[in-house]
């Protein structure tokens, strides 16, 4: 049993996939405290309704599409911060019906055995917490390898000033070889406004660097407006 804060169909709004029509299961529960997270309503285990893996597919099959997110909250990680009861299920399950699936995740914990097609693992950086919650989510570089290893990856950094790119590129020199072309800065914001006043910071670092620059597409169309 798992409990799901929402379900929705909408674009693929980050990463790779951009624009790509998905529907999204966003999971209950998550273990940090990101400053300016969008969807603190789903930091809370108890929130949404309980539902099982059975329950969970039949919500994701009254939308049409192969592309499915599991996403949260953190997806992975349980109350008690072990892998999360029925996830490995799940993906399973999906997979046999010939869905797509897109695990988005801070990488701090390693799944093995997962149906995963995309793993989307956004390190947490030293701008997005407190530091005392920063340093217990500090990212672990032996854990990003075997994600990186076991699965399809992504690694997506959220950038709020040009001196975060110091903490991603040391991020990356404690991980094996990388293609930089699967390492994705995006700018933070909540809205429009604040994303298109970023972007332009973002993808100067993107032409320094050689790394990719990722749009925040459901900000671009739908601002703050939630389930989009």
Request: aromatic share 8%; glycine share 8%.
């Amino acid at each position: 049993m798992m409990r799901v804060v929402e379900a929705f169909y909408s674009l693929q709004g980050e990463g790779t996939l951009v624009g790509v029509p998905s529907v999204f299961i966003r999971l209950a529960g998550c273990p940090f405290r990101c400053r300016w997270c969008d969807t603190a309503y789903a930091w809370d285990y108890s929130a949404g309704e309980e539902l099982d893996s059975a329950g969970i597919v039949e919500r994701i099959a009254q939308w049409p599409g192969k592309f499915v997110v599991l996403t949260g909250g953190e997806p992975l990680v349980g109350e008690d911060l072990a892998v999360r009861p029925g996830l490995v299920e799940l993906t399973c399950r999906l997979k046999a019906l010939g869905k797509h699936i897109t695990i988005e995740t801070a990488g701090t914990l390693f799944v093995p055995d997962l149906a995963c097609d995309l793993i989307s693992i956004s390190p947490k950086l030293g701008n997005s917490t407190s530091p005392a919650i920063h340093q217990a989510g500090r990212c672990d570089a032996e854990v990003l390898n075997r994600l990186i290893a076991a699965y399809p990856y992504q690694l997506k950094f959220v950038i709020d000033s040009p001196w975060d790119i110091e903490e991603v590129q040391e991020v990356l020199g404690q991980l094996g070889p990388v293609d930089p072309s699967r390492v994705l800065l995006m700018p933070q914001a909540h809205t429009r406004d604040e994303l298109i006043a970023k972007s332009p910071m973002v993808a100067e670092l993107c032409r320094k660097t050689g790394f990719r620059f990722c749009d925040r597409l459901h900000i671009f169309l739908w601002s703050e407006e939630r389930g989009r």
